[in-house]
């Protein structure tokens, strides 16, 4: 009889003959089933397989919260810092071991609030650290508070008549601070996650991979699946990712279209 041990084994196997599974660790990810951070979670797999890169030389480094938890699942080295100091701890191992990937994992609440004050100074020193930035736009792991991009007039248990904050718009701040290389991606499409992370990790200063999620446990109205699927969308044909002016002008005009917005020509 085919228990599940001996199905989740026939899966892992044809998995690895693929060669996808070697970066995931042996614990399987907390988060709720239907998150979108299993197709983040993916999208970073399928990059490192892709590339090749020998997971010794490989770390991933987050803060606190559902997205923080990011580096016990993959089988890099891995470090899980305190709320909001994913950015410094990340600077600080490239500096120190700059032959070394980084990939700093977080939250929105992570990154723009608590620690919001640390995306300029990373970006103006271009520090070589690959930023991906978990947006579902709500406290995850506090079970539900809005957050610096919950949108305006958004209903949690601690917003109950609506937020009355503008949202932080991430894309935008990065391409502000200077980021090197910004990417806005889409949690639903891990293979657009992993050609942008591809990208990416090749450039050889700050990337930023702002990608939008859908919490499905705290957000059922706002930021979920069917709404998320109906709004994104490519960037126009044509469109130019090494010309600033142009990036500008598409993350203020289109909060949802996805794809590389900018890439600064080296
Ligand atoms: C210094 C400090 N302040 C507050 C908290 C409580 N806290 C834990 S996770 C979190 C927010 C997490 O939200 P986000 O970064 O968006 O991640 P998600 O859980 O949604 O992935 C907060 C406020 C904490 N752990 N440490
Ligand atoms: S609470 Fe939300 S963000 Fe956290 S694991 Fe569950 S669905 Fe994902």
Known sequence: MKTPAKILAAQVSRIEESGRFYPRSEALPTWCPGCGYFGIHQGIVDCISSL?????????????????????????Y??????????PAATG???????????AIGGDGDGLAIGGGHLPHIARRNIDVNYVLFDNSIYGLTKGQPSPTSPLGSKTKASPYGTVDQPLNATLMALTYGASFVARLFAGDPKGITDALIQGVQNPGFSVFHVYTSCVTFDKTFKTWTNLKKWVHPLPAGYDPTDIHVAFDQVLKDDFSMGIIYRRKN
């Open 52 to 76: 090749g890169l020998p997971l010794h030389e490989i770390v991933t480094v987050s803060g606190i919260g559902c997205a923080g938890r990011y580096p016990f699942f993959s089988k890099t």
């Open 93 to 103: 191992i490239k500096l120190a071991k700059p032959g070394l990937t980084v990939f």
């Open 78 to 87: 891995g470090l899980h810092t305190v709320h909001g100091r994913t950015l």
